[in-house]
């Protein structure tokens, strides 16, 4: 076994946290060990320098006739605040109930790793590849990739794509093949609300000005309706309905049962919008969530204050037929409508990414859940995604192509927390998952 991981912990030692420029060079170093292991396994490897950090694109020989395929991944990492709570160094790779403890162990070095291996493992077995293969690893997904899209646009032509496949998703249980063929969209903003010049005091000028702090409350408050419907005024308007077989196969899918969520995520009870179920709410309906609010004092102890501004940072969630820029001047009437006038606010539009979903049971899509089959011996269920990666989006409309997410992930994975783990079992099945999918688009003619 510890030939098969070596690479991985290898890679897992390098801090390559993309957010702080403290960390640049260890971004640089894992770029340069991505390509020069690409190089190494017989394919054409190059690093690309954007303006911040490095892209490496690697390719075999292209012929005539072969399904054209691109593999997506990214070796950047989330900090690792707060450190205390970690057991192990997070970039000293630890092995322990046959699970690998590191930062980026599931997001996404452990992902894209196995597929690294499975296609070094196929070069070594048969001397080539059955597909056209384009590999695309960057160092910027974790800051939202702001340099991708610009590069994929100047280098399309050179990346031909009939399909992607990215594993950067999750699986909804153990040894549970997972095709995702969805995501939720995104829009953010942060709301900033304005009172008095400076902080007053809460006796002396208390009650005869507007709080800040009370009125960012009141309006966080503004957002849902009592049955858990978000409560903005046209939000609904272009959500598509679930589909009767999407309903039908989320109904029964392993560990999304009420126990089983609860003990996974600590909370006391189960809540979302009425009349759906939980893999309903994650992967199909859109939401509204605060992300963080805040205002006045917060030491120790008291301090009779009236703080002079509060804020809150909100993010939607968005499904098929949402458009972000639409959806969020819908938010901005609505904040507007419900803010006390005796504060003056500020709304302010933050990153966003439109939602994605392609047809499962096409061509592609009948590939992937037959290697899904091959590998975990059992019909795989097919979900969209709860979360956002926009860059997926991008990949259809600057590349034509659609996406087969392949999740490796599971729901304890501790991703962007502390304690972040992969199971030793998910590695080598993403390395069987690797070259099952390969060797069956391999087999498709064109």
């Known amino acids: 076994m510890a030939p098969l991981l070596d690479d991985l912990l290898k890679v897992l030692s390098f801090q390559s946290i993309s957010t702080d420029s403290a960390y640049e060079k260890e971004v640089k170093k894992n770029a340069e060990w991505l390509h020069q292991k690409l190089s190494g396994i017989g394919l054409n490897s190059e690093i690309y320098q954007t303006a911040r950090h490095p892209i490496v694109l690697a390719k075999n020989e292209h012929l005539e006739g072969r399904v054209n395929v691109m593999l997506y991944g990214h070796y950047d990492v ?10 192990t160094p997070p970039f000293e790779p630890t092995i322990k109930n046959d699970k690998i403890y590191a930062r980026g162990a599931t997001d996404n070095k452990g992902q894209h790793m196995a597929h690294l291996k499975a296609i070094e493992q196929l070069i070594t077995e048969d001397g080539e590849l059955p597909v056209n293969l384009t590999i695309l690893l960057e160092g910027e997904e974790e800051i939202g990739s702001p340099n991708l899209v610009p590069f994929l646009e100047e280098h399309k032509e050179s990346i031909p794509a009939d399909v992607i ?8 249980a153990p040894q549970t093949g997972t095709l995702g063929y969805g995501l939720r969209g995104i829009i953010c903003c942060e709301v900033l609300l304005d009172g008095p010049s400076g902080d007053q005091h809460s006796g002396v000028i208390g009650g005869s000005i507007a709080n800040p702090a009370t009125e960012i409350a009141r309006l966080v408050s503004s957002l849902h309706e009592e049955d858990g419907r978000v409560a903005i005024e046209g939000f ?25 969520w609860l003990k996974l995520t600590g909370a006391p009870n189960l809540h979302g919008e ?6 309903e709410r994650l992967w199909a309906r859109p939401t509204a969530e605060v992300n963080g609010i805040g205002g006045g004092y917060q030491g120790e102890g008291s301090k009779t204050v009236l703080p002079a501004k509060a804020f809150c940072k909100l993010s939607f969630r968005l499904v098929p037929n949402q458009e972000p820029d639409k959806v969020f001047e819908n938010i901005r009437a609505h904040l507007e409508k419900y803010a006390s006038p005796n504060v003056k606010i500020t709304v302010q539009k933050g990153h966003g990414g439109h939602p994605y979903r392609s047809d499962p049971h096409d061509s592609f899509g009948k590939i992937a859940q037959k290697s899904l089959e091959e590998v975990f011996r059992k019909e795989p269920v097919l979900i969209r995604e709860g979360g956002s990666i926009p860059i997926i989006g991008d990949f259809k409309k600057i590349l034509g192509a659609d996406t087969l997410m392949l999740g490796l992930a599971l729901p304890d994975a501790q991703i962007h927390a502390p304690n972040e783990n992969f199971p030793i079992e998910n590695f080598v099945k993403g390395v069987e998952l690797g070259k099952a999918i390969l060797n069956n688009l391999g087999s498709m003619k064109k």
């Open 78 to 87: 989330q900090p690792v605040d707060p450190l205390e709570l970690w057991d």
């Open 236 to 260: 609904y308007d272009d959500v598509e309905p679930l589909a009767e077989w999407e309903r039908k196969m989320w109904k029964d899918i392993p560990d999304m049962d009420e126990k089983t």
């Open 165 to 172: 496949i990215v594993s950067d998703t999750g699986m909804v």
């Open 274 to 279: 009425t009349g759906y179920t939980t893999s």
